[in-house]
């Protein structure tokens, strides 16, 4: 307690440096495909900038690069060991990735989010994405067949749910219990990555189905075609 708080700092960077010098000799990081869909996610901002037709698609078009910023920063908070906080990031790459393609289509609440702060739900943007009538507005569309959802209900909902927890501090998500806490740890790493490679490739996959500019993402990121394709 009476140490020096920039002495306190010192030696939790010591701590972290350490942590990342162990996720650092790992010889498979597994990060391949979720970089992959990073640079898709920041690659269909760009090509967006080409399909923007009304004044609010400026505030969409900004989403994107954002869950790249986003998603690097959850990798490198995990590579450090702090799992938690990596967490809490990734929740919100996964609620920016459903409000990108919710607030496409309305420009009202995109104004009103920018502007006056409005709250966006998750529960709510994603049944409005997998409702039937917006599922069958894409498919006629983009002149394409959808079977039943653009984004997995439940699947999206579990990630969401493991993730809140994290955020809402729930005492079974409690790290200062753990034997292990803050040490570097190959399993949570895996498992993290695990999330991390779900919330991508479903984020990755809706995107290409609402915006229908595949050819246009896999011409930025040539490497994807394989992933996503």
């Known amino acids: 307690m009476n140490k020096d708080p920039r002495q306190v700092l ?5 701590k972290f440096n350490g942590n990342f010098a162990e996720w650092e000799s790992l010889t498979d990081h597994k990060l ?14 760009e090509v967006l900038e080409n399909y923007k037709a009304s004044k609010h698609h400026d ?3 900004k989403i994107f690069d954002e869950i790249f910023s986003d998603g690097v920063a959850s990798i490198y908070l995990a590579s450090n060991a702090m799992d938690k906080p ?3 990031v990734l929740r919100r790459v996964l609620e920016l990735g459903l409000a990108a393609i919710y607030l496409w289509d309305m420009p009202h609440i995109a104004i009103s989010w920018k502007q006056h702060g409005q709250d966006l739900s998750f529960t709510e943007m994603l049944k409005h994405i997998n409702s039937k009538g917006y599922v069958s507005y894409i498919a006629s569309e983009n002149d394409i067949e959808i079977d039943n959802e653009i984004i997995p209900t439940h699947k999206a909902q579990e990630i969401y749910g493991s993730l809140s927890d994290i955020v809402h501090g729930k005492i079974a998500t409690f790290e200062t219990s753990l034997p292990e ?3 570097f740890v190959q399993d949570d790493w895996k498992q993290f ?21 595949a050819s246009d993402v896999f ?9 996503f394709s």
Request: hydrophobic share 55%.
């Open 86 to 88: 990596a967490c809490i």
């Open 181 to 183: 806490r803050f040490k």
């Open 59 to 61: 505030i969409c078009c």
């Open 32 to 45: 391949e495909k979720s970089f992959v869909g990073l640079h898709c996610i920041a690659a269909v901002g």
């Open 219 to 227: 011409g930025k990121v040539p490497q994807a075609k394989k992933e």
């Open 10 to 14: 010192i030696e939790l960077n010591r």
């Open 193 to 213: 990555v695990m999330i991390l490679d779900a919330v991508v490739e479903m984020l990755v996959s809706a995107f290409l189905v609402r915006f229908n500019i």
